[in-house]
């Protein structure tokens, strides 16, 4: 036994093995699991006070454990205010006697009315804080945030429809844009200063159901569900809102609001992004064989953009040479349902005629919008210095307003239309 | 020679122990004396062929007669001095009252078993056989494998008061002679009393005894032990034990099964791969499991957290006292069904996986997914059965590595644990071996495994004689 | 009891291939463009260039002296007393990268993934193992590599390859100037330089003829998996590359929820953790060479023991601290680098030229 024990003792590794186990093993014995000690937190919103003393006021959509066997999620919004967004965050531990952790933080949504101050003042903690995920969705509310976040909450428990997954549907179909914290940050810091926030608006309930605003059939079913869940959620004085998705978002500028764009002047913007081809295009009153004063409505297929640039004497001409392969799938006619199959449709040259002009004053239209306002969501920057940095710098140069270049560069758009 | 007197003298000899019989024969006027142990003997042998046909002679009883008499094979002229040896190893010794001159007739019997499958390796198709306690037919199930003057087996006897049999038993010109050598003079240099198993010997003859981790192969079937030979590999087999071992070895002997063998090659790597997840998920489970629960929580996807957290809520332990205690408690599960006869054992499992488990969880004791961390991680563990032992070890080692200081001990519990493997090279051959060094050619029969017509090399993890398989 | 063994060409690459890339995947890429913007890109590349002539170096010393070790080599051209001091630069330039590697990483950890934790719990779980691992020697070390090296390379290969999806953005080039790159290069010089650990240990390597470029290939794998590494992050975080300091955890985290897998950056999080003690143990086992070279008749037990009691005063003093910790890296460890950019090489080389004019003499 002696011997045995004169081995142990010569075998550093078990010594300190044992070591760990008496210091550490025995603390963690009493250690309780690390979620009871933090408050997960999924959503932050973010609003503004009415009162001077604080600047701002936090609201958390915390996930609270309870005692359950299956899968529940329980979600609570718990408010703290402050001078600055560490202070609210202490606050809020404060109050639910846990540390708030980020790492799980999905969503964070700014009342509009913080946006008309340069919004990065406000996200800068969010940004520099390790803890929290880069892929973080950012959004907008036209009303209070915290009422949002009750909102989120609400349509979690009723639909677990995920405020994030409609951030994510909106990238995909309508912004172009990854909305997240990250990326907006990229946006500012980037040559052009823009980025892009998504706007989501509260309405208030009265259906109970998931509204999407320009969709009636969707609304109407969202009305008929309403009705069988009414009597648990009318229980309450509070006021409840529906999320509302217009598809909208915000413009932004080294940080400052420039405007709000409609889903539609996002989807005309879309057109200069390369690889971004959905949505549909309707033509009006089309008269040509065989169709005969009808609605054709067309959804893009396919879509392949070539773009060059070219300084001719000094100023840069954007040429963009768009193909489109569009599939025709509603013909609305005048003398009821139109009897042939539109699957096999190829288009005539008059419809294709039909197709450009339409596609080229829907991308008149957004770049009106982004002349305008002069933030160059679309990225010709980065297109034309890469072709020729010397001549756009000299170009830049030339400018009286260097903001203002999207005003002097020529576009040239050329649109070609095939069929499926 | 007076036999009275003898037959008296070998009996103090052996402590007049009950066993020990003697029997007298007079014939014209000689006297012969039978003496043998009644429990090492056939008996039905000795009357027949050796008591019968010496009572019928009627002759002149002489040493040399009664030597062509017996009609047993194994007859030899021995000396006074070994009788009392002999007689112990189940022989008659036949004296005379005219000669001075002593016979042994072996007609050694003692009950065995016969060959049946081994409960530790069975396989869906191959050979069932399985060795059993007695050298003499685990020496035939070798034996009949191999119709080559190529097999040799050599004896040894270690074990002061045993004096146990050891046959070391390899293919010439294929076994590294160093390595015959050496197991025979660590064999001359052991010093015990006795050797009851051949597991005695696995300590003994280790390069670190002191070692948790197994350093020389066990197997229990002829099979088996016939592929290990042929890849150069020495076997030891040692008498009263139906455990044979093979030296060198390797850890990935571990995760081969003869039943890899004797299956399609793809199956069976898959079925490697799945062993190598059983023995990730035994050993780091539970560990990965606590060290997340009480210092990660962060890397946690939210929907697990979610579960963990409203699951845990309502247990009145801290993670680590109800991991240690749903493990705790499957290790005596496990005991009691070793050790209870088969009809208890449906019994225990029904305690076990129902009251214990599901209305322990139900009554808000344990939490379900740590009762399937633990359930998962102790299932696992018998995919390499003959790791059992230590990967258990690791597995509790590692839970408390996890609980005391998370991931970053785990790791290096880790990193320990294998670095230690590394530096273990018996009798030459790196413990883990064709993967670190690696070894291309050893890895055809790896975590992967190759047809055998592409396996042409023996193994190069440890020397050997001859590297090709084939003759040409 | 010392194993201390030799190991072979591909033992010797692998070792080699976890030097070259593990402390340059977690810090480097974020400060390279804080320094110089996209175009910190080319710091490494000039940099690797160097170290590739390094290995080269060595690749000729172990032509000309096949078995002899580091130490005999200097002395016999400089003398002892020179020798002495060489020895113990290295070893104080090894010590001070291990107290740069052990910081970063604890900064890393102690931001991601231990909350609640403190140096002791880190150097509690650190020196045992990375003791262990030089103590057993290099050959240990060069199987245990090994033996991890596809998972490591799997994590690499998964973690550039998911990181390509979170690229969609384009970048401007021509942003800094070449002094500006010049300068990053300077400044983190110190994190390059490993190679030199190969002269150390060169008595313990045994490469044949034809397996030099099994070496080689490996230098190249390493240095093109940091050049991956920090291209896809630059490309993945683009203009705000400098707010993200841990790159490799960076670009699993930033692509987390791709494909519905949950948290994918406790894949990274493994891998360097996992390298944190390999590189440690690797430096450590340089600085018992150096030690066993000053104080030859010294038992291995005294070098454990300098080696902890400086790490541990070392790391209690040096408070933890990024901003501090990268300063430390920036201005003052360049001048150790010294060291091995310029003494070293120019030893061997004097070394090489002296041998090849004895061997042209007879």
Partial sequence: MKRFFKKIWKTPMVMIFIFITAIYGFSALGKSTEINRFAVVTAIGIDNMADENNQFELSFLTFIPIAEQTFTETYKVITAKGDS????????????????????????????????????????????????????KLIATDSSAKDFLSAMQKLDMESSIKVSEMVNFNQRYITATDASLEKFFKGYFSPTHASIIPIFSLEKDEENGISVANNEAQGGEGGSQGGENGGQTGE?????????????????????????????????????????????????????????????????????????????????????????????NGVEEDNGMFDENVDLYLITSKAATEIEKKVKSNMADGLAIMREVKVDIADFYTKIYNTDKKSFKRFLDSLDDKDDYLNHVLFKTRVRVYSR | MDIKNEIKKIKTNLHNSIDVSDRTLEKNGAE??????????????????????????????????VKELVQVNDVEEIKKSEITQKVLKGVVVLMFSNSDKVLAIDILKFLTRTPSEPPTSPVIMGPREGFTEDLKTNITLIRR????????????????????????CYLDGIADPKIVKDIKKRLSKIKIDGVIDSYYLLTLLSDRPDSMLKQIGCCEKPDIISAKLLEGRVALIVDGSPIVLTI???????????????????????????????????????????????FHYNVLPINYL????????????????????????????????????????????????????DTGVKAGLISPPTVIVVAIAKIALYTVPEQNAQITILQFVFLVLGASVGLLGIIGGAIYVLAYANTIENYGAPYLAPFSPFILSDNKDGLLKVPLSDMTNRPKSFSNEKKERTDD | MIRDKAIGAWQTGIILFFLIFANKILILPSLLFNNAKFEGLIAPIFLFLIELGLLFLFYKLKIKFPKERFFDVIKNNFGKVVTIIVFFLIGIYFLGKMVLLYNVTYIFFRNLIYKESNNTLFLICLLPVVNHLAICGVRTIGRTAQLFLPGVVAILIFAVVVGVFGINSSVIMEQSTFSNIALSALRHVSVFGDTIILFLFMDKINIKKG???????????????????????????????????????????????????????????????????????????????????????????????????????????????????????????????????????????????????????E
């Fill in chain 2, 145 to 168: 494998r191999f119709y080559s003057e190529q097999l040799v087996l050599e004896e040894a006897v270690v074990g002061s008061s045993t004096q146990t049999k050891i046959a070391i």
């Fill in chain 3, 211 to 361: 397996e030099w470029k099994v070496v080689f290939s490996f230098f190249g794998a390493g240095a093109a998996s940091v050049m991956a590494i920090i291209v896809v992050f630059f490309l993945s975080y683009t203009y705000t590359s400098f707010l993200h300091p841990f790159a490799f955890f960076e670009i699993l985290s930033y692509v987390k929820e791709y494909g519905g897998l949950g948290r994918l950056d406790i894949i990274s999080m493994i891998l360097i953790i996992f390298l944190t003690y390999f590189q440690l143990a690797i430096y450590l086992k340089a600085f018992f060479v150096c030690f066993d070279g000053i104080f030859p008749k010294l038992d291995r037990i005294y070098s454990v023991l300098t080696f902890n009691f400086i790490f541990i005063i070392l790391i209690y003093v040096a408070v933890i601290n990024l901003s501090r910790i990268i300063i430390y890296a920036e201005y003052y460890l360049p001048y150790l680098s010294i060291i091995a950019f310029i003494i070293v090489p120019a030893c061997c080389f004097i070394a090489l030229i002296a041998k090849w004019r004895k061997e042209k003499r």
């Fill in chain 2, 248 to 294: 060198p070895f390797v850890l990935l002997e571990d995760l081969q099964n003869s039943n890899d063998y004797y299956t399609n090659y793809i199956y069976s790597s898959f079925l490697r791969f799945i062993r190598l997840m059983g023995i990730f998920l035994a050993v780091f489970g539970p560990g990965v499991y606590i060290a997340l629960q009480l």
């Fill in chain 2, 306 to 357: 979610i579960t963990i957290a409203d699951t845990t809520q309502q247990i009145p332990f801290t993670p680590f006292i109800e991991i240690l205690f749903i493990s705790l408690l499957f290790q005596i599960l496990y005991e009691v069904s070793l050790r209870l006869p088969s009809y208890l054992g449906l019994a225990t499992s029904i305690v076990g996986a129902l009251i214990l488990g």
């Fill in chain 1, 236 to 328: 309450g004085e509070n006021i409840s809102y529906n999320i509302v998705n217009g598809g909208e978002a915000l413009i932004f500028k080294n940080g400052f609001l420039k405007r709000q764009l409609s889903a539609d002047d996002l989807k005309n913007i879309n057109y200069f992004r390369g690889n971004f081809s959905t949505g549909a295009l309707t033509i009006k009153n089309f008269s040509g064989k065989p169709f005969e004063n009808a609605n054709l409505t067309f959804n893009i297929y396919d879509k392949k953009m070539k773009t060059k640039v070219v300084f001719e004497n000094g100023i840069p001409v954007f040429y963009c040479d768009i193909k489109f392969t569009v599939v025709l």
């Fill in chain 1, 85 to 136: 967004f560490v202070e609210a965050i202490d606050y809020a531990g404060q109050y639910l006697g846990r540390e708030i952790g980020l790492s799980h933080l999905r969503t964070v949504v700014i009342n509009e009315d913080l946006l008309q101050n340069d919004v990065t003042k406000i996200l800068d903690y969010l940004t520099r804080e390790k803890e929290v995920p880069s892929s973080t």
């Fill in chain 2, 32 to 65: 012969i004396g039978f003496v043998y142990l009644k429990s090492m003997t056939d008996n039905a042998i000795f009357a027949d062929a050796i008591y019968e046909p010496i009572s019928r002679f009627s002759g002149e009883i002489s040493f040399e007669t």
